[in-house]
């Protein structure tokens, strides 16, 4: 179980360090603000010697990239940028490709390190690329979402999307650093973050009941930045996943499975979506929690009210909770239940689901009804 609710936000120290503890893979993930113009020294310090090639996007690039390279030339760290196009459809052998070969010419070395400078989609690209340049070069991470900083920077799952669905071919390659910097969260659409905030809820619905119950008093605070709701929204959120990586880093023991709440049902409509604007990431894990409450409800695990609440708390941020909410054509049932089956928890030929028996209590079951599931999807899909 997840419980790291009771630790707020010093807001008297300017950044905050969480170690993930994997041994001698450990590294530690630091959050406060202006951290993008210190990222020189911060570098030094963790991975000396190491000269940096960044990877960004254009979006990102015109926003924040020139505080980022003055600070490395400071430091005499800059190698030079990789800059690829905004969005999903960027996860793919072809850019993979044409990004390997750029940080080969910028002359990145064994010893250097890759600076995946960007939203989930530069980070698991970035990495990926880092995982396999020469057999694998340091990674920094330094996530520019709050998606990014609270879930996908964190934790070594490193990746590209195939046609048959999200992250199928990637890594588990840790980061020598995670910066998230709170100051670059300002810049986000409102989309944007509230595609974020649904990752930071899942850390509640999944272990932290006490934290979600935190959320739907306060969410409004997290969204405008006042206080410190913001910086202790992040910081609970890493604490969480840093504590399950470190107990269950590749998935095996099936502890790391409980952050994939959602993501079953969500990357299935992810795929049918084609990774487009039609429904971004954030997006498709609220309706798939949503989904994963209402199912577990209809199978007598959880209390109605409890499925109740997480409608209505992502209603009331301004989050789709329903596969009604995907814009244009709906998928059908079997279509879903097609794409989940190219999930990677799928064993034996059997889907595996994350359920729930109330808010902050997640549980992996490894035997769903085939039946039960297609009804289910069934009614889904048809918005009843």
């Known amino acids: 179980m997840i419980r790291d609710s009771a630790s707020s936000s010093a807001e008297d120290e300017p950044e905050t360090t969480i170690t993930v503890a994997l041994g001698e893979r450990s590294y530690p993930i630091v959050i406060g603000e202006d951290l993008i113009s210190a990222t020189g020294r911060w570098i030094s310090a963790t991975v000396p010697n190491a000269r940096c090639a960044i990877v960004s996007d254009k979006t990102v690039a015109a926003l924040h990239l020139a505080p980022l390279k003055a600070s490395l030339d400071e430091a005499k760290l800059y190698l030079g940028e990789a800059i690829v196009t905004p969005g999903e459809a960027s996860k793919s052998f072809p850019v993979l490709a044409t990004l390997s070969e750029r940080l080969l010419e910028l002359g990145v070395e064994r010893g250097d390190c890759v600076v995946a400078f960007g939203g989930g989609v530069v980070g698991d690209l970035a990495g990926f690329a880092a995982s396999i340049l020469r057999r694998g070069v340091r990674l920094v991470q330094i996530p520019t979402t709050l998606l990014a900083q609270v879930d996908s920077s964190v ?9 048959q669905g999200k992250n199928l071919i990637g890594a588990f390659y840790q980061p020598a650093l995670v910066l998230a910097d709170t100051n670059v969260l300002d810049t986000l659409t409102p989309r944007d ?11 509640g619905l999944l272990g932290d009941a006490e934290f979600f119950a935190w959320l739907e008093q306060d969410w409004s605070d997290i969204f405008t930045g006042l206080g410190g709701a913001r910086r202790r929204a992040i910081e609970t959120s890493c604490r969480a996943k840093g ?10 023991s099936g502890a790391r499975a409980l952050l994939n709440l959602g993501h079953t049902f969500g990357h299935a409509l992810e795929a049918y979506a084609g ?8 997006e498709a894990i609220a309706i798939g929690m949503r989904l994963a409450f209402t199912f577990s409800f209809e199978q007598g695990l959880c209390p109605a009210d409890d499925a109740a609440r997480v409608k209505r708390h992502f209603e009331a941020v301004g989050l789709p909770t329903k596969i009604a909410d995907l814009l244009g054509e709906i998928p059908t049932a079997e279509q879903l239940l097609r794409l989940m089956a190219q999930d990677k928890k799928v064993k034996g030929g059997k889907l595996v689901l994350i359920l729930v028996r109330g808010v902050g209590a997640a549980f992996v079951e ?18 009843r």
Not at 193 to 203: N, P, S, T, W
Not at 243 to 252: C, S
Not at 373 to 378: G, K, R, W
Request: proline letters at 5%.
């Open 155 to 163: 934790g070594g799952k490193t990746g590209i999307d195939m046609p």
């Open 243 to 252: 504590a399950v990586v470190a107990e269950d880093e590749r998935e095996e």
């Open 193 to 203: 973050f509230r595609c974020g905030y649904a990752e930071v809820a899942k850390y």
């Open 366 to 383: 490894p035997d769903i009804d085939p039946a039960r599931l297609t009804q289910f999807l069934e009614k889904e899909c048809k918005g």
């Open 275 to 282: 990774y487009s604007d039609r429904l971004l990431h954030g």
